[in-house]
């Protein structure tokens, strides 16, 4: 009975598989035929299973993974984003949940460039304040805090972030957003400004466009003679009395009430300050109070700013 079968000699180099290490009997009888005198001269051969075209199927030669640590050298070139550094092994470990030490714990593979130095794929013009503070705890001037505190992020070194939120200014920074968290509407409110001034300079083709901006602080619309009846910021009014003073100034964008030290300046600073930090020119000026009047003696008295943002 004629039958077809491959063999594999495992003789000579082994892990490859060669057309000299295959080797296909076209007919077999019993047990006996080429194959078996073939390995009575030394080979030893592994039947594989083969296609209905007539050829072999590949063999596998990829061997079980296992856990490899790569070990790297006690002092460590590094290259950032194209910058160049040395530093030891044991200060890119300094901290042990940071992301440096993970990349250097010899469980995963780190590219290397042409010279052989280990390539962090990241801008390295701060990667040296980072390197210091690992060293030994250095904090980088106040210029370059908040540029650190952004690589200190990325690297997930947390000690270091911590100590750039306690210092200026990041320290400031931490009052300011308490502040600001008294408004959850803030940048939904910086955004429509933005999205009003674009706008408006488009549509009239204009270098610079104007809003109106209110900014108040007290929730009670008064005039100046009832000032004397009212010592807090809250008043207690039934549900019919509040409704009576809800009111919408005639305003592109407003701010407030809140109930803080904070005055309207300290807001007017916020928004000037966080619209400037996006590269948005802007000036304002009081232009007068909204002066609706509400009910009895009652008049709205919030102060109304034109925005001027300039494009360009």
Request: glycine share 8%; proline share 5%.
């Amino acid at each position: 009975m004629g039958c077809k079968v491959a063999f594999v000699s495992h003789r000579g180099r082994q892990g490859g598989l060669s057309l000299s290490n295959l080797f296909t009997q076209s007919s077999c009888v019993g047990t006996g035929g080429d194959g078996g005198e073939m390995a009575s001269k030394g080979h030893s051969f592994q039947p594989i299973a083969v296609q209905s075209d007539g050829y072999p199927k590949a063999l596998s030669t990829r061997q079980p993974l296992r856990d490899i640590t790569i070990e790297f050298p006690e002092v460590v070139p590094l290259n950032v984003g194209g910058m160049y550094f040395t530093t030891r092994l044991s200060t890119l470990r300094r901290y042990e949940d940071t992301m440096l030490a993970a990349m250097f714990s010899g469980r995963h593979y780190i590219p290397t460039d042409a010279e052989g130095r280990y390539f962090i794929d990241r801008d390295g013009t701060y990667f040296g304040d980072i390197l210091n503070f690992l060293r030994s705890g250095d904090l980088p001037p106040r210029e370059r805090v908040r540029a650190v505190y952004k690589e200190a992020q990325y690297y997930s070194i947390g000690p270091l972030l911590d100590h750039l939120e306690d210092v200026q200014p990041l320290k400031g920074e931490k009052v300011r957003q308490a502040f600001l968290g008294l408004m959850p509407y803030y940048k939904d409110h910086l955004e429509r400004i933005i999205e009003i001034a674009k706008l408006r300079a488009v549509q009239r083709k204009a270098r610079f466009a104007k809003l109106k901006v209110c900014v108040f602080k007290e929730e009670m619309p008064i005039t100046p003679y009832e000032c004397p009846h009212f010592n807090s910021l809250r008043f207690e009014r039934s549900e019919s009395e509040a409704k009576l003073f809800e009111h919408h100034c005639e305003v592109d964008v407003s701010f407030g009430p809140w109930e803080a030290v904070a005055d309207v300046y300290d807001l007017l600073h916020c928004i000037v300050t966080d619209l400037s930090d996006r590269g948005i020119t802007v000036d304002h000026q009081c232009i007068g109070v909204c002066d609706k009047h509400l009910i009895n003696h009652y008049y709205c008295k919030r102060p109304i700013y034109e925005f001027k943002i300039t494009w360009w």
